[in-house]
């Protein structure tokens, strides 16, 4: 699968669980938008992953990659210690200069 490099980067990130190397796949002012809640710029961005990982210890299996000019969406199985894990999540994308602006994860 060819996904965008910094697509590959965060979802690299993710399974080393990695919070520097995956808020660097952010714009400063970007937006994460997660389980009804929206976290932006790479402060909170940085603090929603970390939580993330230590609570879930998530990772990304990448399973189809579309992407139409500055939008993407990857579909992954995402598998950690939540209940029904291993769940099929959307991750929709939008890139600027090559980072990450918005993400937004659904079901």
Not at 7 to 32: E, G, K, R
Request: hydrophobic residues 35%; glycine residues 6%.
């Amino acid at each position: 699968m060819n996904l965008h490099k910094t697509i590959a980067n965060l979802v690299a990130a993710q399974n080393n669980h990695d919070s520097q190397a995956y808020v660097a796949c952010f714009s400063d002012a970007a937006i994460v938008h997660d389980e009804g809640k929206t976290h932006q710029g790479k402060a909170e961005i940085r603090q929603w992953i970390a939580r993330s990982d230590h609570e879930y210890h998530t990772e990304l299996k990448p399973l189809t990659f579309e992407e139409t000019g500055a939008k993407s969406l990857l579909t992954a199985e995402v598998s950690g210690e939540f209940p029904g894990s291993p769940a099929v999540l959307r991750f929709h994308f939008q890139l600027e200069e090559g980072l990450i602006s918005s993400l937004r994860i659904t079901g």
